[in-house]
């Protein structure tokens, strides 16, 4: 898996959108991004994944730039329920996670 | 994606114990994971299992200590073997989706006392 940088924390106000950035500058030509979050003392929920095209589904967007260095995960309109761990991996196969970034939700 | 549960949801264990967990996929699937989560860390491999041959272990964890099975496709078991406080994590199973992606358990509490 190509290492990934995430910031280690970020705040966001609910109901505005929340983007999360990740750096994976040496992703490999068939690596993919994959996000997960992690809710406290719960299992690890996929969200999103995507290889060179911007992706969008029911629960966030993902950005991938055109030299697939870094992308940014966005959550269109962050609720209180979204605060949790999120971790972003590049990866064929075997996940690596790192510490991730702590997204807070707050009023 | 497959829903997984995991058994028991938490315990707590003397030192020199064994205790398997179990995790059940509701679909078949080729391949499932486990990993170990300690105590304010990330989530670490432990191994990879497909049904009918030996599990694949990461660098740092071994048969002897982890030994797992695969009996089918919709089931696997992890047993942690003479356990040691340093045992206390969260153990959670996962299987592979269409893309590669993973799908996760809720995990399992382990406290080794």
């Known amino acids: 898996d190509a290492k990934t940088t995430q910031p280690p924390s970020m705040d966001c106000a609910e109901g505005r959108a929340a983007n999360l950035p990740c750096n994976h500058s040496?992703?490999?030509?068939?690596?993919?991004v994959y996000w997960y979050r992690q809710i406290h003392s719960q299992g690890p929920q996929y969200i999103i994944h995507?290889?060179?095209n911007n992706e969008t589904n029911e629960m966030a967007s993902l950005i991938i730039t055109e030299d697939r260095k870094s992308s940014t995960l966005i959550l269109p309109h962050a609720t209180l329920r979204d605060t949790a761990v999120y971790y972003c991996?590049?990866?064929?196969?075997?996940?690596?996670f790192g510490q991730g970034t702590i997204l807070t939700v707050h009023p | 994606s497959a829903v997984i549960s995991q058994k028991p949801s938490r315990d707590i264990c003397q030192r020199g114990t064994s205790l398997t967990i179990q995790c059940q996929v509701d679909?078949?699937?080729?391949?499932m994971f486990w990993y170990r989560q300690q105590p304010g860390q990330s989530l670490t491999l432990i191994a990879t299992?497909?049904?009918?041959?030996?599990?694949?272990?990461e660098s740092g964890f071994v048969i002897d200590k982890f030994p797992i099975s695969r009996p089918n496709l919709t089931f696997s078991t992890l047993t942690v073997s003479n356990m040691s406080p340093e045992d206390s994590s969260i153990y959670l199973c996962s299987d592979l989706g269409q893309y590669n992606e993973q799908f996760f358990g809720p995990g399992t509490r382990l406290t080794v006392l």
């Open positions: 040496t992703i490999s030509g068939n690596e993919y």
């Open positions: 299992a497909n049904q009918g041959s030996e599990a694949t272990y």
């Open positions: 679909s078949q699937v080729t391949m």
């Open positions: 991996i590049a990866s064929y196969g075997k996940l690596t």
């Open positions: 995507g290889l060179k």
